[in-house]
């Protein structure tokens, strides 16, 4: 499995990690278990509230063994598996289904 670098030298994400980060934001990511990683989006400039410094917040999680990517409960529990086509450059939550209703057919 080819893995690449991300700007900490240290982390690794999955190549077939499809988005670029947003401005003002890199990944992040940080092995959970064997294997499983977590891949985190930071944003560097910090906000008051930390004392100005890099907020973190879960993308997902990502199983190196079986290549399948997990969107995340919160930053310890894995969700359910996901289609890396179905998330975005913040959150491998699903996207939300529009609503429609039978007021829309009539209009």
């Known amino acids: 499995m ?3 670098e991300v700007k900490s ?3 690794e994400i999955p190549e077939s990690f499809i988005h670029k980060a947003p401005n003002g934001y890199e990944y992040e990511a940080v092995r959970k278990k064997a294997n499983v990683i977590s891949i985190w989006t930071v944003y560097r400039s910090g906000f008051t509230y930390n004392g100005n410094n890099p907020s973190r917040c879960i993308w997902g999680f990502y199983d ?3 290549d ?3 969107s995340p409960i919160n930053h310890k529990r ?3 598996p996901i289609d890396i086509k ?3 450059p913040y959150t491998a939550m699903p996207k939300p289904k529009p609503r429609i209703s039978l007021l829309d057919f009539a209009l």
Do not use: A, C, P, V
Request: aromatic share 12%.
């Open 68 to 70: 399948i990517y997990y």
């Open 64 to 66: 190196t063994k079986r």
């Open 9 to 11: 030298d240290t982390m």
């Open 86 to 88: 179905d998330t975005t």
């Open 78 to 80: 894995i969700g359910n």
């Open 2 to 4: 080819l893995l690449r």
